[in-house]
């Protein structure tokens, strides 16, 4: 089955070929990182506009990259939530009408589930059943995972995403937008502990997270040292992600002795970070526990896993109706 897979969940236009749930044939992506740029973060009004200008050239681009026809294509999988709503609104709408004047089926799909599916684009996945960290700049969470359609939620952020954490604390210190890669670079330089910032695990023993206290841990200190700060950047920022990571892991690591698995995997677009990958392999090392995480361009939103997962969906019989919507989040059961 070739399934057109497209994503528009928040600031990248995306469109992907990929058969058979798990080969990849053509990959394009259009950011929108020079647009936001400016403002230190995603203004959801220039992201839709940017969304309708992009959408009908990625996908052509990824057609041709793939060197197939709309007539080749089997089946439409587009992100349906969460995300921006008028983001969601300009891909999801494109899909329902190229999948009707095509006359072939089409899915609407979670895209956090997305992502947790873009380990099985790699050689090596994961067996069933796996923890995941799934983390990104507007969702944070840790999840079982017993099939590709089949994810259980143990645990999700309260307040801020970590990648939106990155993105704030980025800003405060004037590093630029994203802030994951910027951080990332900038704390290689720094002393992981000269700068201690609180160890944000809101519960050690559950799997919820809350990062909007450190982000105001480090505006605080900003305010503190406001004629000094500026000399402790690399500092500042080493503190930050070390508090960060240090949480993320030990949550991961948690869940997967809980569950009884072998093996974990780090999603979304924070699982690009380096010091995060090192930190959980290190750790997932000491117990026995294999680690999959998919190449940096799988971390971050991307068509590939939306068509991959919808080809799961669809060879369950699943399709969308007409008249289905898009959300903006996902509602917890």
């Known amino acids: 089955m070739l399934v057109l897979g497209i994503e528009s969940s928040c600031d990248e236009t995306a469109a992907a070929l990929v058969l058979s749930g798990s080969t990849i044939l053509s990959s394009s992506v259009a950011s929108q990182i020079d647009t936001h740029h400016p403002y230190g973060g995603v203004v959801p009004e220039l992201a839709s506009r940017k969304h309708i200008e992009s959408i009908v050239p990625v996908v052509e681009d990824a057609l041709k990259k793939a060197g197939k026809t709309p007539g ?12 921006l709503i008028g983001s969601l609104l300009v891909g999801y709408s494109f899909a329902k009408g190229y999948a009707y004047a095509l006359g072939i089926p089409w899915v609407g799909i979670n895209h956090l589930e997305g992502h947790v599916n873009s380990v099985f684009l790699t050689q090596a996945p994961p067996a069933f059943p796996f923890t995941a960290l799934l983390a990104s700049g507007g969702h944070t969470g840790i999840y079982h995972v017993v099939s590709h359609t089949e994810i259980e939620i143990m645990g999700q952020t309260r307040d801020d995403a970590a990648g939106e954490a990155y993105d704030k604390v980025a800003k405060m210190l004037g590093l630029g937008y994203p802030g994951g890669h910027v951080i990332d670079g900038m704390a290689k330089k720094g002393d992981l502990f000269n700068i201690p910032f609180p160890k944000p695990y809101l519960d050690k023993n559950a799997f919820d997270f809350s990062f909007s206290g450190i982000k105001t841990a480090v505006s605080r200190y900003i305010q503190k040292h406001t004629d000094t700060f500026s ?36 999603v979304g677009g924070v699982a690009a970070n380096t010091y995060l990958r090192k930190r959980i392999e290190g750790a997932a090392a000491e117990k026995g526990l294999s680690v999959h995480i998919p190449p940096p361009e799988l971390c971050g939103d991307n068509a590939a896993m939306i068509a991959a997962t919808g080809y799961h969906y669809l060879k369950k019989g699943d399709r969308s109706s007409m008249d289905s919507d898009v959300f903006s989040k996902v509602k917890v059961k």
């Open 231 to 266: 000399d402790n950047i690399p500092d500042i920022a080493a503190g930050f992600q070390e508090s960060v990571v240090e949480v993320l892991t030990h949550k991961l690591i948690m869940a997967a002795e809980i569950k009884g698995v072998n093996h974990v995997a780090v």
């Open 72 to 83: 080749q294509i089997d089946a439409v999988s587009v992100t349906q939530g969460p995300g």
